[in-house]
DNA sequence: TGCCAGTAAAG
DNA sequence: CTGCCTACTGGCA
């Protein structure tokens, strides 16, 4: 039977993948298909040969031969092919092979539903011709390009899933349950945990969603609606899969990326239909469903598991895929941490990307002119990948101001996998640039996402346990980068205009009499002496590069607030930018920065002071007069280190004690919200965790006060240093 | 005043 | 998919 189906869900399921369609109509298929999960292991031929006779006498694989594969190199291997009966025994499998020695193992740990993909050559949320028989399916032929600019969905019901309360507040403990669906909502009042799962139990019978929206639905909802549905015999249809299907709930997992810590909270999918957390989601957060579908699309991966993914699981799928695609074995990543970087690494490592200083103070006739995705483009066109720095095929390039070499024969695996993504995500910019305001949000939302992951591939490439990383080639990368920053500048230089501020990949530059052609002409001079698309950012009204607090003379290289000649801010560093900044702070300085943003002239921008200072003494006003709400004064920070780790009795370390003693256990990584208090006594009295703030007699005026100064500060005092030097 | 621990930004 | 660098603050010796 043939049917045009876009595939919804897919999972692994006994000794078979299940795959979901959805047909135009909005119908739904579930088909299986036969995949056998394949390792490829190198060493000694006879001892491989007794190897697979004694696994196939266990029962562990239904067929072993011998096979030749690619290394990441380029050369031919000669390994042993082992078709495993069924995913139930790929643990016992990985963790027998992680104790032999002189036994290469490839294609060992990879997530059969995406090994599938990749093999099958097809990806999630895709229209495909289908050929069905018996539930089975016998051909998925795509009716689309993966890459292709324009996607269509079938329709897709969806069910709201939510807290009536702070998501801290535990369910049946002071919380409950919200549903929404077709513009209505519903909280549920049920008298005890067996009738709240029976009510959600109904809606969820009636309504059949293709979708489940929720906050905080894969940590505090759905675990614990699970449990009592189990508990108190009350059916839960969760699922449309028949089966009964078995779920483990554990805590979410910390992790360091970027030099910072990062919660990622515990997922709880469901088969053949999707539960999308959207607080538990980075994608999501980022760049919303169509971000998400997107990224499912490219990086061959089921939705679900891109929307608990980082971006650096996607872009490590993607590369995988293009790996098994290209016929090339996939090694297998043991979890060894990476050891401490020597004095010695650190010192010839860390040069990063080029700074140039600006001068502190107010300045016009000012544009900016930002490199398009830098880095990623370098490695594409210089060829970076680990298997080709330092290559044994061919004498290379060079690469500037380091010790080595690129291969010039064969294209590297990063950047077989960049190209296409970098050439989607220019022309998602460029349709977002034509189109009206609806649109251009979601193609923008959709190159959001292809950025994140372009991101991560550069940072990826300098992680000695990233599986396709080589600490050599993420050098390689910075020195071609300050490369041509460097050029850029001089450039800009011998066209008369003087280089103020550079950041790795931007540079603001000033000249008397600054005009749109000659920055474009500019541009295209700088874009074809390096290679890499040079674009106008803007030309600024006026902006601020602000002194350093510590010494008032120094510059800072991360702090600018600027208005662009069409009246848009830029502000980068500044208090309101940081997600520790109280919402009633945040909200006054960008109240001062939305003023500013109207003054087109150095005269409008000295006039301004006295109707700022006024708006800035009203704030300061409404505070002492304690006309802020607990919400207005909520501090956000992240629990960097368990909370007994603590040495120093930080306001995070006491609010997370506070939870702590509530029964509430945070890991680092996850987010802490406290309010000062005005209190007098020991240090645990002066502060008070969220949830517990809701109600809350006095705040501590004069901490709040100095942080509203300080903000304050930040904006006017570059201004009226700026006037007093007039 | 100097130092340490802790926290966050921009690229 | 497991520790950029730099600026800054608050507390303590």
Redesign the pocket.
Known sequence: MHITGWLFDLYPWQSRLVLWFITPEGEKWRVEDDFPYRIYLQGNPARLRRLGQAWESRGWVRRTYPASRLGLEGRELPVLALELRGYNHLPRLRAWLGNQKDLACYNCDLDPAAYYLYTKKVWPCAWYDLEVKDGRLLAAVPREEQFALDFSLPPLTTLSLGLAQDPLIPLGAGNTITLGWEGRTLTLEAPDPGSLVAEVAHRLKRSDPDLILSDWGDEKIIPLLWLWSQRHKVPLPLDREAGPVSREFARG?S????????Y?GASAPCYGRWHLDRRNSFFFREAGLKGLIQAARIGQLPLQQVAR??P??LI??MQ?ARAVADGILIPW?K?E??R??TAGD?LR??K??L?FMPPVGVHFQVAEV?FAS?YPTIMTIHNISPETVNCSCCAGERVPEADYRICRRREGLVPRTLRPILLLRERLKARARRSGPEEAAQYGARQTALKWMLVTCFG?L??????FGRIEAHEAVTAYGRDKLLTAKEVCEAAGFTVLHG????LWIKKVGINEAELEGLCREISAATGVKLALEGIYRWIVF??????PK?P????YFGVFQDGALK????AC????TPPFVRQAQEALLTRLAAAATPEALAALQPELENLAADFRQRLREGRFTPQDLVI??????PPE?????????LAARQLQRAGLHLLPGEKVRYVHKEAKGPKETRIQAVPFAATLDDYDTG?YL??LN?AIDEVLLPLSEYKSSR
């Open positions: 997992r992790y360091f990326s970027y030099g910072r810590i990062v990622q993914a980082s650096g699981t490590t799928s995988l990543r979890g941490p990476e401490f970087k650190l490592i860390d990063g990307g700074v930002d830098m990826y300098g992680y000695k346990n990233a599986r950041l790795t990949d931007c602000p002194a350093s607090r510590q010494d120094r800072v290289a991360t702090r502000v980068r560093g500044l930018r940081r997600r520790d956000t920070r992240v629990l960097s280190q780790d603590y040495r120093v009795d930080t306001p995070t370390a901490l100095k942080l300080r």
